[in-house]
C-alpha cells in the first residue's frame, strides 16, 4: 500500500469521526445524551433479547471492569436488569426493562434518521460503493486469531 493511500484514508477518517460526533464521549452521533459505550451496549442487549455481561464485554471489546460500570448506570438509568445467568451462579443476565426497551427503540430510530440523512447526501450512483466500503472496513478490523 502506497504512503499516500494511508494518508488520505487517515485523513478521511479522522474528518468523518469529528464530523460525525464519534468523538465526543458523552452524546451519541444521532444527538442522543448517552455516552456511546451505554449506546453501544443497548443496541447488543436489544439484539438479544438478553445477553450475558462477559458476552457484552467481548462483544463491545472492553475489560470486564468497564462493562460492569457501564451496565451500573444503565440499571441506575432504569433501562436494564441485571439478575443471575441460568445455570451459572457467578454469571449475570442482563434484559431491557420495559423503560429500557423504548429507550432503546427511541435510539434506533435516532440512528436511523442520522444514517438515512447522510447517505441521503451521497449521490445514487455512489451509494452502494459507500456501503460496501463500510462493511470492508468493518470486517477488516476483525482479529483474524
Known sequence: MESGEVD???EALMRFVRNFGLHQPDRTPCGQPLPVSEAHAMVEIARDGQLRQVELAR???LEKSTVSRLVANLVNRGWVHRGP???D???V???LTDAGATAAARQA???RD???ALLDRIPDHERAAVVRALQALAEATVDPS
Do not use: F, N, P, S
Open 8 to 10: 488520505a484514508a487517515q
Open 59 to 61: 462483544r463491545l471489546r
Open 85 to 87: 445467568a441460568d445455570g
Open 89 to 91: 451462579g457467578r454469571g
Open 93 to 95: 443476565l442482563l434484559v
Open 109 to 111: 430510530d435516532a440512528r
Open 114 to 116: 442520522r444514517l438515512t
